[in-house]
């Protein structure tokens, strides 16, 4: 609805919905990251590493891996 956000990356796309997750609900971020956990190569660390850049993020998304994983 209005809202553009670049694609970089998977795990950049992943950090990005966990950020804009008051904007765009933690539904979005929450069902991104278990689609993202089911395709093949997918990897946690990679994705923590991305997340290392913002800091804000970093905790809700190790959160959420913590509780999928």
Do not use: K, M, N
Request: proline share 6%; no cysteine.
């Amino acid at each position: 609805d209005g809202v553009s956000v670049a694609i970089y990356s998977p795990e950049r796309t992943l950090v990005d919905a966990f950020r804009l997750r008051h904007r765009e609900g933690s539904d979005v971020a929450h069902e991104a990251l278990r689609r993202w956990l089911r395709r093949r190569g997918s990897s946690p660390a990679s994705l923590l590493t991305v997340a290392d850049s913002f800091p804000h993020a970093r905790p809700s998304i190790r959160q959420a891996l913590e509780a999928l994983l």
